[in-house]
């Protein structure tokens, strides 16, 4: 079988999570016997591949293209969209109406995609019922849960501990932005007096200097090799993820198996994944992330989460899930 995986163009220069789950994807496919490629050309020629396998509905414009090119090389299409109602959560202020109507004008090209696909592969049953609700469809769907790999659960925090010294942490790994939140953390764990690494990408440099104005002793890293983020795991005592909302939050997977007390919204398909093994925040509630933070970093980690991440979303076992969504599709007839 050939799989053709497409993606924006930009996914290893803007890392987000789309980014690694494609590649993540292409990596533990390779050696299964599924031949796999990943492109950004929307008008690449189709003809060799048995399933076109689309990510990303939010950044809805070069899917569309990619979805179009598929249709008309008539391809069984699968997709993962990643999708929630982003507009809920935008910001009040003088730019809220024009970025909600930009985010609506675009539901239309949405709607023909998430309907017009072979697939859908929501990572929780919730993330569905969220399609379902915006855009009244009734495609075939499979849930493929987010994987992990099993080498964060291997972290030396020692490693970490040789270059920063300091230990037992809050630590939140993400692109910073508003979405991710950071600022509010920094906020919190200023007025608590507890120390603060931040690590990953700057989406948003007003952003960012915004949270090391709120909290002078943040400690941010920005160059970290994924694999090595395992010790920065292993040296924190929680991990916070306080987004406007996440599906799930690919860090708190990791971070579950670094050992981290888990800090989340509650907002978007966290509570399927972690069940009661996380702290559910709103994002919006300060005295709520102090609490559940303060109470966390005070917890000693519980060993049962670490084994029901490991039983549950290892990329072995999600890769397994998505080949058999692969065969089922080329076997659809029509």
């Keep these: 079988m050939k799989v053709l ?7 290893q220069e803007n890392i987000a999570g789309d980014s690694i789950l494609v590649l993540k994807t292409k990596e533990y496919l390779m050696g299964t016997g599924i031949k796999i490629e990943v492109s950004s050309d929307p008008n690449k020629d189709l003809k060799k591949y048995d399933v076109i396998h689309l990510f990303n509905t939010i950044n809805i414009l070069e899917t569309y293209k990619f979805f179009i090119n598929a249709v008309k090389y008539k391809k069984k299409i699968v997709l993962t969209p990643i999708y929630w109602n982003y507009a809920k959560y935008l910001p009040i202020d003088s ?40 855009f009244n469809i009734v495609t075939p769907y499979k849930v493929v849960f987010n994987g ?19 230990d037992n942490f809050v630590l939140s790994v993400g692109r910073i932005s508003p979405h991710k939140n950071q ?54 005592k929680v991990h916070a ?12 997977l990791e971070a579950a198996l670094g050992g981290c007390n888990i800090v989340t919204t509650k907002e978007g ?5 972690f069940k ?16 559940k933070i303060l109470k966390s970093f005070k917890e ?8 029901y991440i490991l039983e549950n979303f290892l990329w072995e076992k999600v890769i397994k899930e998505l080949i058999r969504c692969y065969d089922y599709v080329t076997k659809i007839t029509g």
Aim: with cysteine.
């Design 276 to 291: 009661a093994y996380a702290s559910y925040v709103d994002p919006y509630d300060l005295i709520d992330i102090e609490n």
């Design 300 to 307: 000693s980690f519980n060993a049962d989460l670490k084994k």
């Design 95 to 134: 730019m809220k109406s024009l970025k909600t109507s930009y985010w609506k004008s675009h539901h239309p090209l949405r709607k023909e995609v998430l309907a017009g696909v072979d697939l859908l592969l929501p990572s929780s049953e919730i993330e569905m019922r969220q399609i379902e609700k915006d």
């Design 148 to 166: 992990v790999d099993k080498v964060f659960a291997e972290g030396k925090k020692e490693n970490f501990l040789k270059q920063i010294h300091i």
């Design 5 to 11: 995986i497409y993606i924006r163009q930009d996914y």
């Design 241 to 252: 993820l306080i987004s406007w909302y996440e599906i799930p939050g690919l860090t708190s």
């Design 183 to 236: 600022l509010t953390l920094a906020r919190v764990t200023k007025k608590l007096g507890l120390p603060l690494v931040l690590v990953g990408p700057i989406n948003d440099l007003n952003y960012y200097h915004q949270c090391m104005q709120a909290n002078k002793d943040i400690v941010y890293l920005h160059k970290t090799n994924h694999a090595n983020l395992k010790d920065i795991y292993d040296a924190a």
């Design 269 to 273: 398909s966290t509570k399927e994944y």
